[in-house]
């Protein structure tokens, strides 16, 4: 009798409990977080916070720890929200991560892209339109009008070399020296890597030349090639450890996280930019696919990595047990300077340096002064291409 | 016994050249690259903190024991699909040898890549749900090497002859693959097993374009930010491959005795 | 009792194609599935152009200008890597064969089989840490008075690549045409020599025909190695040696070109179909191989 008596308390307890339950979370589920298309109509910060930390999980895809600084970005973020992030092939390619997202099952589908313009241009078919809170700061040239996809960050082509070679080079065109000799290579093949592509625009216009042919970036690689100082070595770590190059063009981006590296394994590498051509590379972009499996997540993950905040870094964050969303977010640095700070350009850097909320970048990686900043147009790169695929294995006499 | 005594100098003459090649083409780079291995910290000294780095990080035995349970499934599946389909290829349907000769040899023109993407879009997503389905296409990479390996051995064997011999002896069908036919090809056998092992062990492309983790995806991504243990992996991984499948095979020598009708390698030519 | 019927090549042959097919289907269903649909998926996708519409328009660029040139320089390369890794290879399993002992064939075996499936970043780091510009053996041929860099040779050229493929090639050689060459029996050597040959005569009329079938097939098997390797080559040559699947790579999975993708499928289709051009040859090879066998 008692026990039946007890066992009814429990029970009524229990379903009144999960009443309560179910009408806290259906007050919450008012929000559709896969379709909400910006911070406020998710329900403002702490809410997309909450939701956010509630799927506990992040999918993201061919991010390299040290490419622009990712790595710091992905701890901050997870160390931050108690979110854990996971990369899928980080190092694979643009056309892998649209791939993925178009063929992967449910729960490997990635959160968010980063991939090369053009595959953000041809799929935004695949991309649920989200606007960050600091929409209008994003270059209109580089951002979708209905925010399926926007540029979050480019480079600048530089040079990175091995400090013990007897000569520095501070300009492209003192590679012609021979005292350069079996010294000097690039990360790819140019027609079909962006990179490497890139390095060929750097020497055209440092011939003379403007983004419209690069005709004399390929006769410069051509007499650096029959002179020896160009080395067809594919610029990597392990090469460059074996000695086989010892100057290499690079994303500028790429530097902070290739010093570390190099030094690591007893090498000193600096970056500079040349000061007879500035090639700045048309951005990166970034895209939240429809079908994202964590949608809270992704679009917290895209707020961090716009927002412009000079706040604590991975190391220096703490614990931030019981904070509000919108308090840990802004404690915390964003993405944007996180960016600078790995030697890229963020796309709303022009509005930082207006508003001053942009850090330093670190020594090297300053655009030098006076010198003309060039970006080649995708027409300019399709041209770019064609001489290229033509051209480039005769540059070898193959 | 002249003739014996002419061949002393030219039998020098071709281990003397074989062995220069050898140690040219294998063991210097070998060497060279395992030299940067055992670099101590920051580049100076000589140490095994790279190869200690590389046991030490989480996901090393996991990922490692991953690969090695796929590897042996697909050695062992490669047999199973294999060795039936050779003998009886090469016994009664030698019409369709140009065929399947020509299918094994698909999976090594055709661009991993491609297959990869065509396998993709392909297969149904309970396939794709379960990392089992990497057997499978090891499987298939490695058609060309068990399909050779095992098919030269079988040129060797008067198949027809032991086939005939053990079934009017009374034997069935499946005793006389596993017990008459399996001992004569035993070196296209093992060579068959090994290469579809080694290359479960280190493939890389197709587990990373269907999103698995195994030992090769794990230390490439591990190693993106230390060159050295980069390379101690790579040294570790070709050694201890190595000495896996010569354990294995030093182990399977032991319980085998060579009749004279199926012995091959013993007593050869010349 | 055995019927007395003695299967001769002519019997075989002309047995119900039913009973031939169905012990074979395991293999059809499996490569069927695993292999035949994926393949079928690029091919329907190589004959689509961008907007979803059939056509052969993805074919014309193969045709000419640097496709062209890029097929033609992965023939060149996979010949040259074949008939080097072939030949070395059989004269190693030879002297393997002949003069080693059983526990060290063994070893060897293991290692072929490793070195066999070795390439890309970590292979030509091996070889640029031997021979490249400050190579191991660059170096101490450099104490001992030649620079092998003086001249036109590098490591990072064709020559170059020739040679670091055959860390791969003469290992697979190796593993797959020992049984050949361990098949061929004692008693053949003595019989011929009982008959008044010469050791020269023997493999001239015995052995080497003998041995033709395996060798053609093994040599096929390391041109198509060959005909699909590329990584190796990307690391040391950034496309400056054209090859076919270094350019399919970029197209279907790349950061520069977006659209192309069907040019890719119809590139890897292209080299489906050199590599059924060459297998023709190598049918009409083995058939008079095989001429000198008895079944």
Not at chain 1, 139 to 158: E, F, L, Q
Not at chain 1, 268 to 291: E, Q
Request: net charge positive.
């Amino acid at each position: 009798m008692r026990k039946q008596f007890i066992i009814g308390v429990v029970a009524a307890a229990l379903a009144a409990a999960s009443l309560v339950a179910t009408s806290s979370v259906s007050t919450a589920a008012g929000t559709d977080f896969s379709k909400c298309q910006n911070l406020k109509a998710c329900g403002g910060m702490d809410a997309l916070v909450k939701a956010a930390q509630k799927e506990g999980k992040l999918n993201v895809i061919t991010l390299p720890r040290d490419w622009a600084n990712y790595g710091e970005a992905m701890d901050l973020f997870s160390k931050a929200f108690g979110i854990k992030i996971t990369d899928d092939n980080p190092d694979g390619s643009s056309a892998y991560e649209i791939q993925t997202v178009k063929t992967a099952p449910a729960s490997k589908v990635p959160d968010a892209v980063d991939v090369g313009i053009t595959y953000g241009l041809d799929n935004t078919n695949l991309f649920t339109p989200y606007k960050v809170a600091n929409w209008a700061d994003i270059t209109s040239d580089y951002k979708d009008p209905a925010g399926r996809w926007y540029g979050d960050y480019a480079g600048v082509m530089a040079l990175s070399y091995d400090t013990s070679i007897p000569k520095a080079p501070k300009a492209f065109s003192d590679l012609k020296d021979p005292a350069y000799k079996n010294m000097l290579a690039i990360g790819g093949d140019p027609s079909g890597a962006q990179e490497a592509l890139m390095s060929v625009f750097a020497a055209t216009v440092a011939s003379g030349g403007t983004a419209d042919s690069v005709q004399p970036g390929i006769d410069w690689f051509k007499s650096l090639k029959t002179s020896g100082n160009f080395v067809t070595a594919l610029a990597n770590g392990q090469n460059f450890l074996a000695g086989a190059y010892k100057v290499s063009f690079s994303w500028s981006f790429n530097g902070p996280g290739a010093v570390t590296t190099a030094a690591k394994a007893g090498k000193t590498v600096k970056y500079i930019i040349p000061t007879d051509a500035v090639i700045k590379g048309t951005p990166y972009v970034m895209a939240i696919p429809f079908n994202a499996p964590h949608p809270a997540a992704a679009r917290l993950w895209t707020e961090f990595l716009y927002s412009q905040n000079n706040g604590k870094t991975s190391m220096t964050v703490g614990s931030t047990k019981g904070m509000t969303g919108s308090k840990i977010f802004s404690s915390i640095m964003g993405g944007q300077n996180i960016w600078i700070l790995g030697g890229a350009l963020p796309i709303t850097f022009d509005a930082m340096v207006a508003k001053k909320t942009n850090v330093t970048a670190p020594e090297g990686y300053g655009i030098p002064k006076g010198v003309k900043v060039i970006t080649p147009t995708v027409a300019q790169q399709d041209a770019a291409k064609t001489l290229l695929k033509a051209q480039w294995p005769a540059i070898a006499g193959n | 016994m002249a003739a014996i005594m002419k061949i002393s100098p030219f039998k020098w003459i071709l281990i003397g050249a074989s062995a220069f090649l050898s140690i040219l083409i294998f063991i210097f780079p070998l060497f060279a690259a395992a030299t940067y291995s055992f670099r101590g910290e920051a580049g100076k000294g000589r140490s095994l903190a790279n190869y200690r780095w590389l046991l030490e990080q989480e996901g090393f035995y996991p990922n490692l024991f991953t690969s090695l349970k796929l590897a042996v499934l697909a050695g062992i599946l490669s047999l199973i699909l294999m060795v039936p389909t050779m003998v009886f290829l090469n016994l009664k349907a030698q019409r369709f040898k140009p065929l399947i000769d020509f299918l094994c040899i698909l999976p090594l023109i055709i661009p991993v890549v491609s297959l990869a993407i065509g396998a993709q879009v392909a297969m149904p997503e309970f396939v794709q749900n379960s990392e089992y389905e990497l057997v499978f296409f090891f499987v298939i990479i490695a058609l060309p090497y068990t399909y050779r390996a095992i098919d030269t051995s079988l040129q060797t064997v008067q198949l027809k002859t032991l086939v005939e011999a053990s079934r009017s002896l009374g034997a069935s069908w499946l005793a006389t693959i596993l017990r008459v036919i399996v001992p004569a090809i035993r070196s296209g056998i093992l060579g068959a097993l090994f290469l579809s092992f080694a290359l479960g062990i280190g493939e890389y492309t197709i587990t990373s374009l269907l999103h698995w983790e195994t030992f090769p995806t794990w230390t490439v991504v591990a190693a993106q930010q230390n060159i050295l243990g980069a390379i101690a992996i790579s040294v570790f991984s070709f050694i201890g491959a190595i000495a896996l499948l010569t354990a294995v095979s030093l182990l399977s020598r032991r319980g085998t005795k060579q009749t004279s009708i199926t012995s091959e390698g013993e007593g050869v030519l010349l | 009792m055995k019927s007395g019927v003695v299967e001769t090549p002519k019997m075989v042959q002309g047995g119900r194609l039913g009973s031939q097919v169905f012990p074979l289907l395991p293999f059809f269903a499996f490569t069927g599935y695993f292999l035949i649909w994926p393949v079928l998926a690029v091919t329907l996708r190589s004959l689509r152009g961008n907007d979803g519409e059939w056509t052969l328009s993805n074919y014309t660029p193969l045709l000419h200008g640097s496709y062209l040139h890029a097929f033609i320089t992965s023939i060149k390369l996979s010949l040259v890597t074949s008939i080097i890794g072939s030949l070395l290879g059989a004269l190693f399993a030879y002297v393997v064969v002949r003069y080693a002992k059983g526990r060290f064939g063994a070893v060897l075996d293991s290692i072929s089989a490793v070195f066999a499936n070795s390439g890309g970043v970590p292979l030509a780091f091996m070889f640029i840490a031997a021979f490249g510009t400050e190579g191991l053996v660059t170096r101490v041929l450099k104490t001992l008075g030649w620079d092998i860099y003086a001249g036109h040779f590098t490591i990072f050229s064709f020559t170059g690549v020739v040679m670091v493929y055959s860390f791969f090639q003469i290992p697979l050689m190796f593993l797959v045409f020992k049984p050949a060459i361990a098949g061929l029996r004692k008693e053949w050597m003595e019989a011929s020599t009982n008959l008044g040959a010469t050791q020269v005569t023997y493999w001239r009329r015995v052995a080497i025909p003998m041995l033709m079938p395996s060798f053609i097939g093994a040599f096929f098997l390391l041109f198509a190695g060959g005909f699909s390797a590329y990584a190796t080559a990307r690391a040391l040559t950034v496309g400056t040696v054209p090859l076919v699947p270094i350019i399919i790579g970029t197209l279907v999975d790349g950061n520069v070109v977006s659209d192309q993708q069907n040019l890719g499928d119809a590139l890897a289709v292209g080299m489906i179909i050199v590599a059924g051009i060459a297998m023709v040859g190598y049918v009409w090879a083995q058939k008079r191989a095989a001429k000198w066998r008895q079944s």
